[in-house]
């Protein structure tokens, strides 16, 4: 099972990296993704931690382009809970080759990038969702720096992904990794040139977890 994962994952990190190479796609998914960047943290430190269907959620995202704040946005408005975005103190150049220039070093030196981003006092929830862009097949990492400083103990964990062709690459392996008392619930993956019309599908897969709608 791992084998064939693995061997699926090294064929899509492939068909990323000839996508790197001509960057069309990449391009108009940032472009698509900038008319969101504006958008604010929702989260204040002082808000009480929200009921979803009986579950306390954060949801806690990284996003470079876009395209992950919107799943994160539609995550949100389906299950209610508080909404963290996890910003770096240095933030990332915009430039696309910059920033998977940067992205490629941090992840050969194991970087622990310094973050902005403070998290509410865990007691609060019991299911976070960690949302992120698949970056050089796993999780960026300012998810490393935070995961190390907040312990998710055993709560229960869901992770989404946007990509451009690698699914969540080993991005699920990496998160257990950095939670691994954490209960982890079948996340949700998609293209980032395709969010926009994936709420169907976003609604479909919370359903499946058991939660209701917000409200
Ligand atoms: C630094 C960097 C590395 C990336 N690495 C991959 C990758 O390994 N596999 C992949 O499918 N997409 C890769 N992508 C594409 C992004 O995962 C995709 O465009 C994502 O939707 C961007 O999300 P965002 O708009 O929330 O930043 C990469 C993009 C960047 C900027």
Redesign the pocket.
Known sequence: MRNSDDRRMSA??R???V??ASRR??LK??AL?AAVLAAPALFSPRALAAEAGGRKVLIV???????????AGFIHERVGGDLVELKTVKP?PED?DA??????KEQEANARPAIATELPPLDGYDTVFI????????L?MPFFTLLEKYDLGNRTVIPF???????F?RSERDLKALCPQARMLKGFE????R?SGAAADVNEWLSGLGFKTAG
Do not use: I, Q
């Not at 920033?99 to 490629?104: H, N, Q, R």
């Open positions: 899509d990190m068909s990323f990296e996508g790197v796609v990449f998914t940032l993704g995202y990284f996003s470079h382009s876009g395209n992950t704040r919107r799943l990332y696309y920033v998977v220039d940067e992205a490629k949302g992120y862009p698949n970056w050089w097949g796993t960026p992904c946007t990509h451009e062709g690698s699914r690459g998609v293209r980032g040139s969010v």
